[in-house]
């Protein structure tokens, strides 16, 4: 088995040493924003959203990186090169990802989706890749980092149902689907990342773990349709998201550190192009010095109550 690359994460920003209280006056200055931009505010989601719905993030109070600091992230040239590690993502990702699926929406997401409907937002981009904006009904949204939903062979392109695959691999490896009905019948709970990933149990090796091959050219492997570490947002996203921007007078970020240069350089272009950026999270990120101005609170308190009293 190779050895996995180590990754030198940025972005472990600071806490907060205070959140600022949450007042009346402050979600009345938040849905002055949104009348004020008229409709032309856009969007941009990271994990904290989503850390409601039982979805772990990277970099919050709680999150992997601070817990665990040696974890280290699947990169992208590791999972396309060596066997071994495709074998340690899908068998990390076996148990991971039903958890992952299972997930409702909380109240921060039908809040921005009763937002869109009321006409006080054009569209959200978001880093996350768990579908749940749209399952709250969102319905211009822009996945950035892709989505879990699907797989996608990298020699061919066949497409694939996570869940259908999931199938696959129960079938190729019975002695883990049988760890996995036990876990579920004891009620034991698995350590869980935010990309669908787990602590595997001490009793199983990724080396016994078996995945398939492309049903369609019978070479080649799959991988989640999301991007890695040291992978590449799609040309065509890219672009998307930069036209999503220009075409709003406003930017909220909601729940998210811009720790990766993705999102980072969308609040940047926004600044660049005079609009008005408000950032919302509890914990510094990024772009605090791209911002306007900042609510340092979760975003489950502000976002739901400025909905609410905006008639959302």
């Known amino acids: 088995m190779p050895p996995f690359a180590k990754v030198r994460i940025q972005g472990l920003y600071a806490l ?14 938040v849905a002055e924003f949104f ?38 992230p699947i990169l992208h040239h590791e999972l396309i090169a060596h066997h071994a590690t495709r074998q340690r993502y899908w068998a990390r990702s076996f148990f991971g990802i039903r958890p992952a699926f299972l997930a409702s929406p909380n109240p921060t997401h039908r809040a921005l989706a009763s937002l869109e409907s009321a006409g006080h937002i054009s569209g959200l981009i978001t880093q996350n890749v768990d579908g749940l904006h749209l399952r ?31 199938r696959t691999l129960e079938e190729l490896n019975p002695v883990w689907a049988g760890v996995g009905r036990e876990m579920l019948r004891s009620g034991e709970e698995p350590m869980r990342r935010p990309d669908g990933d787990i602590e595997l149990p001490a009793a199983l090796s990724y080396a016994d773990f078996a995945y398939p091959q492309c049903p369609k050219c019978h070479t080649g492997h799959f991988m989640p349709t999301v991007v890695f570490f040291g992978g590449n947002v799609a040309p ?77």
């Open 16 to 29: 907060p040493k205070a959140q600022e209280p949450v007042t009346a006056e402050l979600l009345e200055s």
């Open 35 to 72: 009348r004020r931009h008229s409709g032309r505010v856009l969007a941009i989601t990271g994990a904290g959203v989503s850390v409601a719905s039982g979805i772990p993030d990277y970099r919050g109070p709680q999150g992997t990186y601070r817990v665990h600091r040696g974890y280290t």
């Open 136 to 166: 709250a009904g969102s319905r211009n949204v822009l996945e950035l980092h892709g989505s879990l939903r699907h797989v996608r062979c990298l020699d061919c392109g066949h497409l694939e149902n996570r869940e259908d695959f999931q």
């Open 236 to 312: 065509e996203v890219r672009l998307r998201s930069h036209e999503m921007v220009e075409e709003n007078g406003a930017v909220i970020v909601c729940g998210s550190s811009l720790a990766t240069f993705s999102a980072f350089r969308l609040v940047r272009h926004a600044r660049e192009m005079g609009r008005e950026v408000l950032i919302v999270n509890l914990g510094e990120t990024r772009g605090d010095t791209e911002a306007k101005w900042k609510v340092e609170a979760p975003v489950e308190e502000i976002v739901p109550p400025v909905a609410a009293i905006l008639g959302a």
